[in-house]
């Protein structure tokens, strides 16, 4: 609980926390935002971090910062790029073995099954839809290396998503981040995204209880 409560104040002060961390490391701020997306989207024991918001704070901040945005966009869509094959080869290499550990604290069972039927629903897309739904945006390339989906394949999704998925996000932060309304109501505003990019994995979860009710 105390790591769920640590989160939890991390993200609801994603702005506090990134504006200290520029006046702290300068430049090494880049590599502290690296090491999050990377890890959000490249093991499967990290889906608590945050990922849509902390895109959309970043953008805000590097506008009030007059930083580059292009520095940022190259920052995070490598590290989700990075994040995203490291996690697929985990999958290819070890991912049957890792997928039978039946008790192992360390693995959601329940996630990694609903991100394996979101899978059987969409298919490749998964990759780039998955990026904006957290938790499955974890699972997904992990199930993707499981089901040894051909690695080209894989490879012209994730790029894709990861441009689509940072661009757009970090994108909206920067160009409304300077708005005095969202200034002063960003932490409701970022918790309001972590709501929004959790609705879609909501109803799939009703869908599915909803679909074992039925049979």
Not at 39 to 54: H, N, Y
Not at 159 to 167: E, H, K, L, N, Y
Request: charged share 15%; glycine share 8%; aromatic share 14%.
């Amino acid at each position: 609980m105390e790591i769920i409560g640590s989160v939890w104040h991390f993200i609801a002060h994603l702005d506090q926390v990134l504006v200290v961390w520029m006046q702290e490391y300068g430049s090494w701020v880049y590599g502290l935002l690296f090491a999050i997306v990377f890890c959000d989207t490249g093991l499967v024991v990290t889906p608590f971090l945050p990922g849509d918001s902390l895109l959309f704070a970043a953008g805000a901040l590097w506008a009030t910062a007059d930083r580059s945005i292009v520095a940022l966009w190259a920052t995070l869509v490598t590290a989700a790029f990075c994040g995203d094959n490291c996690n697929y080869w985990i999958g290819r290499l070890a991912g049957r073995r890792i997928e039978h550990f039946q008790n192992s604290r360390w693995i959601n069972r329940s996630a990694l099954e609903r991100t394996q039927q979101f899978y059987l629903r969409h298919g490749g897309k998964t990759v780039v839809i998955a990026r904006f739904m957290p938790i499955v945006r974890t699972f997904s390339p992990f199930v993707a290396g499981i089901g040894a989906m051909h690695y080209a394949k894989f490879l012209a999704f994730s790029i894709g998503g990861a441009v689509f998925w940072v661009v757009s996000l970090t994108s909206c932060g920067y160009w409304f981040g300077n708005i005095a309304f969202v200034r002063e109501h960003f932490s409701v505003i970022v918790l309001a995204i972590v709501a929004v990019s959790l609705l879609p994995l909501a109803i799939e979860v009703l869908r599915a209880r909803s679909r074992r009710s039925a049979s």
